[in-house]
Nanobody, 118 residues
Framework: QVQLVESGGGLVQAGGSLRLSCAAS????????MHWFRQAPGKERELVAA????????YYADSAKGRFTISRDNAKNTVYLQMNSLKPEDTAVYYC???????????WGQGTQVTVYS
């Protein structure tokens, strides 16, 4: 059974930083493109960042460029999202996801809440 477990969310003041982690119980973790999505109240879920199998290629939404960094450690079956210069509009539930490519998702985590206050 595949599980993705996020951690690292919390309450932070605007301008602060958080580092999200997602531990995956996937035997072939290095075969999956990993993603971070977020969903704010009343809004659709949106892709924030994605990282290729080896970590050599990354994608960022415009809202994340220059502030967020996605990375992965295939030896630890873990993907990270370093979030700096956080803004109140970054407040959302953040989800980790795994799929065979950047557009298809096979597995979702349960989400971790990030709340940024001004």
């Amino acid at each position: 059974q595949v599980q993705l477990v996020e951690s690292g969310g919390g309450l932070v003041q605007a301008g602060g930083s958080l580092r999200l982690s997602c531990a995956a119980s996937i035997r072939t973790f290095s075969s999956y493109t990993m993603h971070w999505f977020r969903q704010a109240p009343g809004k659709e879920r949106e892709l924030v960042a994605a990282i290729s199998l080896s970590g050599g290629s990354t994608y960022y939404a415009d809202s994340a460029k220059g502030r967020f960094t996605i990375s992965r450690d295939n030896a630890k079956n873990t993907v990270y999202l370093q979030m700096n210069s956080l803004k109140p509009e970054d407040t959302a539930v953040y989800y980790c996801a795994a799929g065979p490519n950047r557009v298809k998702i096979d597995y979702w985590g349960q989400g971790t809440q990030v709340t940024v206050y001004s």
